[in-house]
């Protein structure tokens, strides 16, 4: 199984979010669906930046990391 870290953007504010999955068009259309507390008020919303991780772990320590650098 491969697992996601990604970052997608509010096209109506610019503000970035960062997250993990396994599915990414799923979770992409769950946040464009407004089925997201965090981005449901930001929609609609574009993927910016994903990478491929082969274990969950390693997915959520790269996007803790990325959530730390944000700024």
């Given at each position: ?42 929609r609609?919303l ?11 772990s ?14």
């Amino acid at each position: 199984m491969v697992f996601y870290v990604y970052i997608i953007q509010s096209e109506k504010d610019g503000k970035f979010y960062t997250g993990h999955t396994a599915n990414l068009n799923a979770r992409i259309t769950r946040n464009n669906d407004g089925r997201v507390t965090s981005t449901k008020h930001r929609r609609p919303l574009k993927l910016f930046y994903f990478e491929e991780f082969n274990t969950r772990s390693e997915a959520m320590k790269r996007e803790a990391y990325l959530k730390t650098s944000e700024g």
